[in-house]
């Protein structure tokens, strides 16, 4: 398996554009997590899904995020508009519940600048 | 869930010594502790998981210490080397539900050769 794949691995955009970040999770995993890296907030969950159905998106920041995932192979977090505080690393995880335990798969992730 | 905390943000060390990387946790229900590695420019990797009915599990170099009567857990690098510089995180889980992991901020450790 080729692991979780993350599309774009850099964007580079302007403020007010919309931003889509694609995700490709790991065949057989039923779990699929956003998280969002900053240096001065590390790792923060964003939303995730289980078997598709997004289970809690408390994390997600504001109404200007969104995310889908349309099957079991695909999922996108969409930024519209985008600002400048919305730069960051964005991760894309997968994992499969082992024994009660969901032990995460992570893509190399997007690295998104907004200026 | 309850935050997961690290000591120290950044370790600096000597190629060859021994590295000790610490957690705390403060959620007594937790049961099952991973720890990731990521390296410059990568998302966090697997490295070591230990459950709560272990106090100690070793890896290859690696060794996954948890105290659960003060809530602490520890990684240790034995000869440390310079692919070992990542930033190291902890995560808790509980198992048997929906328990999603939670991160902490990370500790930076950084190898001196």
């Known amino acids: 398996d080729a692991g979780v794949i993350q599309s774009p691995r850099h964007e580079v955009t302007e403020m007010g554009q919309e931003v889509t970040l694609r995700c490709k999770p790991i065949?057989?995993?039923?779990?699929l997590f956003w998280y969002r890296q900053t240096m001065m907030r590390g790792l923060e969950l964003l939303i995730y899904f289980n078997n598709n159905v997004p289970i809690d998106d408390s994390g997600m920041p504001e109404d200007r995020f969104s995310a889908k995932m349309p099957n079991a192979s695909f999922s996108t977090l969409k930024i519209q508009p985008s600002e400048p505080r919305d730069s960051a690393v964005y991760f894309c995880?997968?994992?499969?519940?082992?024994?009660?335990?969901?032990?995460?798969?992570f893509g190399a992730g997007s690295r998104l600048t907004v200026l | 869930g309850e935050s997961v905390g690290l000591h120290l943000p950044t370790l600096s060390v000597q190629e060859g010594d021994n590295s000790i990387i610490n957690c705390a946790y403060s959620n007594s229900a937790s049961d099952y502790f991973i720890w990731y590695k990521q390296e410059s420019g990568k998302g966090p990797q697997f490295i070591i998981d230990i459950r709560s009915n272990m106090d100690k599990r070793q890896g290859q170099r690696v060794t996954v210490l948890l105290n659960k009567t003060v809530k602490h857990l520890s990684l240790q690098i034995a000869a440390t080397q310079p692919g070992d510089s990542a930033v190291y995180f902890c995560?808790?889980?509980?198992?048997?539900?929906?328990?999603?992991?939670?991160f902490g901020r990370g500790t930076s450790l950084i190898v001196h050769p």
């Open positions: 065949s057989g995993h039923d779990y």
């Open positions: 995880a997968s994992s499969f519940q082992h024994s009660g335990a969901n032990v995460l798969t």
């Open positions: 995560a808790e889980n509980i198992t048997g539900g929906s328990y999603i992991p939670t």
